[in-house]
């Protein structure tokens, strides 16, 4: 294998000529000719882009910038607004992280972020990973910014076949000696670019990749079964109920989720807990329905099975739990609680 800084050196080379398009870049001919990241930019794309794909941030990240263009408008935005526009993104703490740390920038640190990883990690919601990507890409520090697409890049350049999750420390030592001093920034983004573009799960297209003369899977045969994975546990699977009422007048009625749980200070279809120790009582009296369908949702740790109650609720009605909400735009839901108003909707033929 070549040395490093030669290898970052050609990475380089291809990636001025065949940089992914983002929006929150700057793309290297703008960067060489003196353009910087906006370090908001660069945060706010970073924490949405947290167990989320490119495909599916880009539009949340363009609907952001247009309305609330800089940090400071962020930290005086109103909180449900910004719970809204999150909805349907998932890892909802994400959000109220968003908000905290956007106060916090705004306010201890005078509406600027701190240039080191050191100083991003003290924020709210910003972890070792995001740190190091804010600084490498905004503030040009010669971090190692190691995501999925990074590790795989470096448990097949290096034919570390020791399976994830075993394998990170590794990885990231093996990604932090390839680092190099001389525009670290454009380097983190490029290695994210090979893994998510050539050197890709299934099938990499080494014959094309600028390190496919120093990579040791490729000359061993064995890229495409590289990282090793250790098998993983089944998901168990949680069953709960979701009131779906809707009053005479067209509001539905529902609550905010409490801020510390799952989904937390979004809205949400009153029920119990998902955890089958709560026999869930409804939020009204009413004539409660079972249409007999299920929504079926999958979280990071365990399958959702939520049994649907629909209701038509009079106007005098007096919910215990919840309130009504008139004018209710469906894209305030998370998405699991989308799929329950769109199946009531459906099952029982509201409007
Ligand atoms: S040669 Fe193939 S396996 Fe190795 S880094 Fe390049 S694309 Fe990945």
């Known amino acids: 294998m070549r040395d490093a800084a030669i290898m970052a050196a050609d990475l380089l ?4 000529r065949h940089a992914r398009d983002l929006p929150w870049r700057v793309a290297p001919e703008a960067g060489r000719a003196g353009q910087r990241a906006d370090p908001y930019a660069v945060w706010l794309s970073e924490v949405m882009l947290q167990q989320t794909t490119v495909a599916a941030v880009k539009s949340y990240f363009t609907r952001f910038l247009e309305l609330w263009p ?13 719970m809204g526009e999150w909805a349907g993104l998932g890892y909802y703490a994400r959000a109220r992280n968003l908000l ?12 600027a972020f701190p240039d080191t990883a050191e100083g991003l990690r003290a924020l709210p ?22 995501d999925g697409n990074v590790e795989r890049v470096m448990a097949r350049l290096f034919r570390v076949e020791t399976p994830l999750p075993t ?11 390839m680092t190099p001093r001389a525009r670290p920034g454009d380097y983190a983004q490029a290695v994210m670019d090979l893994g998510a573009t050539i050197c890709t799960p299934k099938r990499p297209a080494c014959g094309i990749c600028p390190w496919q003369a120093d990579c040791r899977a490729r000359a061993a045969g064995v890229a495409a079964d590289l990282p090793a994975r250790a098998a993983k546990k089944p998901k168990p699977v949680r069953h709960g109920v979701a009131f779906v009422g809707r009053r005479s007048d067209g509001a539905w009625l529902l609550e905010r989720r409490p801020d510390g749980g799952l989904l937390g200070g979004m809205l949400g279809w009153p029920g119990g807990g998902w955890d089958d120790t709560h026999a869930p009582v409804p939020p009204a009296e009413a004539d409660w ?20 109650r629909v209701a038509e609720l009079p106007a005098d009605c007096r919910p215990e739990r919840g309130d009504f909400v008139v004018g209710l735009r469906p894209s305030d839901l998370p998405t699991v609680m989308r799929k329950a108003f769109d199946m009531a909707r459906s099952t029982l033929d509201l409007a």
């Open 13 to 16: 080379g291809w990636y001025d």
């Open 70 to 82: 800089d940090v400071g408008a962020l930290a005086a935005a109103d909180d449900a607004q910004v």
């Open 100 to 111: 905290k740390c956007a106060r916090v920038v705004a306010g201890a640190h005078d509406g």
């Open 125 to 146: 919601g910003i972890g070792p990973y995001t740190a190091a990507a804010i600084a490498a890409i905004a503030f040009d520090r010669p971090e190692a910014v190691v």
């Open 167 to 177: 394998a990170k420390p590794e990885l990231r030592d093996r990604a932090a000696e």
């Open 289 to 308: 329905r079972d249409p007999g369908a299920e929504v079926r949702h999958t979280f990071t740790h365990f399958h959702l099975r939520l049994a649907l």
